[in-house]
Structure formats: C-alpha cells, structure tokens
C-alpha cells in the first residue's frame, strides 16, 4: 500500500468521524477504521511479506495512520460530551488520584531491624533457629541441670515428650557451634514461648535477640564494650548502664545490665518505678560445660552471650505501658509507628 493510500484513509476516517453525532456511531468507525478486518490493521499484518527498509517505512506510517485515527475518535467524542466507551478521552486529570492504603511494619519488626543494624555494624552475622525446640536444646544443652523448674510443664509448652516451644533463643548458641568452629560472631532474633499468667508485663509469646561471640582470648571486657556501644546508639550517647552480678546456667560469671531512665535520667520516675534503672537484658561468660556440649576446648575458646526481650525494648523506647499490645494487632495501635 502506497503512503497516498495510507493518507487517503486517515482523510476518509476524519471526514467520516466528523459527521458523527453519537457514540454509538464513533464505535462503528472504530471498528471500521482500526478493528480486526480495517484497511490500517491489513497493512500491519502485510509488513510480514515486506522486505526490511519497506517494513519500516509502510509499518511506520500505518502506526501513526492508526494514532491519528485513534485521536480523531476520542477528541470527536469527547466534542460529543460522552467518553465511557473511550479509552482515552473524557479523562478529568484534575481528579485527585486513587489512594491505596500504606503498609507499615510492626513495631516489633521495626525494633529489632534496628537492633540487628546495630550489631552489624559492629561485625555480627545474623542466624536463625527453629521455634520447636528438643529439650536438649533449649535446656540439656544450655547446662540446665535435670530438676530445673523452668523444664516443668507449668513453665514450658512442651509439644511432645522431648520437644516444647523453646523458651528463648539460647539454643541458637548450640546449633550454631555445633555447625561451625570459632571464630563466631552472631544475633540470633526470634520468637520465643512461655506458659506464664499474662499481663500488662508478660505474654505467652514474645520476641528476643541473643548475641554470641567465641574466639581466643574472649573477655567480659569485650563483652561490656559492645553493650554499651549498642545501647549509646540505640538509647543515645548520655545512657549509662550498669551491670549486676546474676545467674544464669549457661554462662559464668552472669550479670543482668540496667540502663539509665532515659526518661527522668536516672532521678527516679514512674517509668522505672523511682529506681533510676530499666532492666534490659541478661549476659556473662559462656559456661564451660556448654562448650563441652558442642566439643569445643574450654581451654582453648572463651566468649560471651547475651539476651535481650525485644517486647520489653520496645516498650521502654515507645513508652507503651502494656505487652499484649503488641499482638492484639489493633490497627489502630499499629498506625502510630
Ligand atoms: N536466655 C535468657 C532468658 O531468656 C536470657 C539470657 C541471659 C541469654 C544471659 C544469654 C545470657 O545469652 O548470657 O532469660
């Protein structure tokens, strides 16, 4: 087809579309001009049988032979005041946009994705472990001894007779050194589970990070540098903390780490019960006897651990005075992160 022919028809279509006086009308000249058996639509299915320079040539003018039409259609019938059947013509761009509701991530998440920043930065890989636990995990492992009362049913889910809902993220340490050999550097975020009354303190399920690192020559000297320079980046540069001798059967020496009261500096408020303090998480040395459980040379290794309630974190830093909060999933709570 010739490029007069191709003008041709464009001139036939705008003298045609001209004389419309309906939609309905505009639509058979659509069908007429650009549908599946038009003169336009013939052309584009010929440049198959051309050969390249003709392609291009005859396939260009019949494309833009098409916008032409497909223009002259919609202006007609946007002139016509009516621009359902069109696509596009009648659009009002004035409109404001459809607004499509925003996601946010839970607080929780929130938290600890800053918390994991943190200890990235600072040279942690990150592992996970699975939520049922065996008992020699969680506890066996761990140097719990047989009659410990956190291995009662009162205490624990247990999901079979050796299996339960691990109770923290400890057993991450164990399945973790027994897949490698120090140096090892890692947090461990998850969930963990407990069969506790709930309340404005203490829920069912709850979230920890535990922090691991074993190498020669490990002290709690590295073991203090690291906590504070997470929690002066976490909580801010003026935070002090404090560490009280506690226990824990995992790891010897134990301590339990305080943090200043960000909220009154330490003067004593209804935040920290007039203390000046929050507690914030539990750490020591790596027992001995756990080494041992995964063939490590207590001789020859040494680290530290520690563990963190993510809930507990959360609650100090967004002042939130009640846990089950946290898993009500009230959109109305959520929003204001
Ligand atoms: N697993 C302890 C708990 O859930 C927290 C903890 C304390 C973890 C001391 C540690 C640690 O790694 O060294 O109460």
């Given at each position: 087809?010739?490029?007069?022919?191709?003008?041709?028809?464009?001139?036939?279509?705008?003298?045609?579309?001209?004389?419309?006086?309906?939609?309905?009308?505009?639509?058979?000249?659509?069908?007429?001009?650009?549908?599946?058996?038009?003169?336009?639509?013939?052309?584009?299915?010929?440049?198959k049988?051309?050969?390249?320079?003709?392609?291009?040539?005859?396939?260009?003018?019949?494309?833009?032979?098409?916008?032409?039409?497909?223009?002259?259609?919609?202006?007609?019938?946007?002139?016509?005041?009516?621009?359902?059947?069109?696509?596009?013509a009648?659009?009002?761009?004035?409109?404001?946009?459809?607004?499509?509701p925003?996601?946010?991530?839970?607080?929780?998440?929130?938290?600890?994705?800053?918390?994991?920043?943190?200890?990235?930065?600072?040279?942690?890989?990150?592992?996970?472990?699975?939520?049922?636990?065996?008992?020699?995990?969680?506890?066996?492992?761990?140097?719990?001894?047989?009659?410990?009362?956190?291995?009662?049913?009162?205490?624990?889910?247990?999901?079979?007779?050796?299996?339960?809902?691990?109770?923290?993220t400890?057993?991450?340490?164990?399945?973790?050194?027994?897949?490698?050999?120090?140096?090892?550097?890692?947090?461990?975020?998850?969930?963990?589970?407990?069969?506790?009354?709930?309340?404005?303190?203490?829920?069912?399920?709850?979230?920890?990070?535990?922090?691991?690192?074993?190498?020669?020559?490990?002290?709690?000297?590295?073991?203090?540098?690291?906590?504070?320079?997470?929690?002066?980046?976490?909580?801010?540069?003026?935070?002090?903390?404090?560490?009280?001798?506690?226990?824990?059967?995992?790891?010897?020496?134990?301590?339990?780490?305080?943090?200043?009261?960000?909220?009154?500096?330490?003067?004593?408020?209804?935040?920290?019960?007039?203390?000046?303090?929050?507690?914030?998480?539990?750490c020591?040395?790596?027992?001995?006897?756990v080494?041992?459980?995964?063939?490590?040379?207590?001789?020859?290794?040494?680290?530290?651990?520690?563990?963190?309630g993510?809930?507990?974190?959360?609650?100090?830093?967004?002042?939130?005075?009640?846990?089950?909060?946290?898993?009500?999933?009230?959109?109305?709570?959520?929003?204001?992160?």
């Amino acid at each position: 087809m010739s490029d007069d022919k191709i003008a041709q028809i464009v001139a036939e279509a705008r003298a045609e579309i001209a004389q419309c006086n309906s939609a309905d009308q505009i639509e058979s000249l659509r069908v007429k001009y650009l549908g599946r058996k038009s003169a336009v639509v013939a052309v584009l299915r010929g440049l198959k049988d051309l050969d390249g320079e003709q392609r291009k040539a005859v396939g260009q003018q019949a494309n833009e032979a098409k916008e032409q039409i497909e223009l002259l259609l919609a202006d007609h019938l946007q002139s016509l005041g009516g621009a359902k059947s069109s696509q596009n013509a009648g659009l009002d761009y004035t409109l404001p946009g459809k607004r499509y509701p925003e996601g946010k991530l839970h607080p929780i998440t929130r938290t600890l994705n800053e918390i994991i920043d943190i200890f990235y930065g600072m040279g942690f890989e990150v592992a996970l472990g699975p939520e049922v636990e065996t008992e020699y995990y969680n506890f066996g492992a761990l140097n719990f001894p047989p009659d410990h009362p956190a291995r009662d049913m009162q205490d624990t889910f247990y999901v079979g007779k050796d299996t339960l809902l691990r109770t923290h993220t400890s057993p991450v340490q164990i399945r973790e050194f027994e897949k490698r050999k120090p140096p090892i550097r890692i947090v461990a975020p998850g969930r963990s589970y407990r069969q506790e009354a709930i309340s404005a303190r203490a829920y069912c399920v709850f979230h920890q990070l535990e922090g691991f690192y074993v190498d020669h020559d490990v002290t709690f000297a590295d073991l203090k540098g690291v906590l504070v320079a997470f929690a002066q980046t976490y909580f801010g540069d003026d935070v002090k903390m404090r560490f009280r001798p506690s226990f824990f059967p995992f790891t010897e020496p134990s301590a339990e780490v305080d943090i200043s009261c960000f909220l009154c500096g330490g003067k004593g408020c209804r935040i920290c019960k007039h203390e000046g303090w929050l507690e914030i998480l539990g750490c020591g040395m790596i027992d001995p006897n756990v080494f041992k459980s995964v063939n490590y040379d207590p001789e020859v290794y040494s680290g530290y651990a520690f563990g963190m309630g993510i809930e507990r974190i959360a609650m100090l830093k967004y002042r939130i005075d009640d846990i089950r909060l946290f898993f009500n999933n009230d959109i109305r709570f959520l929003r204001q992160f």
